[in-house]
Nanobody
Framework: QVQLVESGGGLVQAGGSLRLSCAAS????????MGWFRQAPGKEREFVAA????????YYADSVKGRFTISRDGAKNTVYLQINSLKPEDTAVYYC????????????????????WGQGTQVTVSS
């Protein structure tokens, strides 16, 4: 019923930018806190960024602070991840996730707390 579909990944040179999108369907988008995770080859999935239901609160992993920006557009049922100043270590499959239980201003960081996941989009950074 609930579906999340990521897009916008690709091959980019170091220092470049990408904008990832996660389109949601099958539920009331505005009632879900949203997040982005990533998984590099041979590594565990790690938290990247999160945004509250209201869109007024955000949180970022230390490794991406100052370079990544998470946002949401309720009219389009879409959450975005703007990625600037890409580094080779950003190479990974990026996943979006939705949590139905968080309050309106809470950001969700725990993997296990998210209820729905997309299939991921590949980001590859070269130099």
């Amino acid at each position: 019923q609930v579906q999340l579909v990521e897009s916008g990944g690709g091959l980019v040179q170091a220092g470049g930018s990408l904008r990832l999108s996660c389109a949601a369907s099958g539920y009331t988008f505005s009632t879900y806190a949203m997040g982005w995770f990533r998984q590099a080859p041979g590594k565990e999935r790690e938290f990247v960024a999160a945004i509250s239901r209201s869109g007024g609160s955000t949180y970022y992993a230390d490794s991406v602070k100052g370079r990544f920006t998470i946002s949401r557009d309720g009219a389009k049922n879409t959450v975005y991840l703007q990625i600037n100043s890409l580094k080779p270590e950003d190479t990974a499959v990026y996943y979006c996730a939705a949590d139905a239980d968080a309050g309106p201003v809470r950001v969700v960081l725990r993997f296990a707390e998210y209820d729905y996941w997309g299939q991921g989009t590949q980001v590859t950074v070269s130099s």
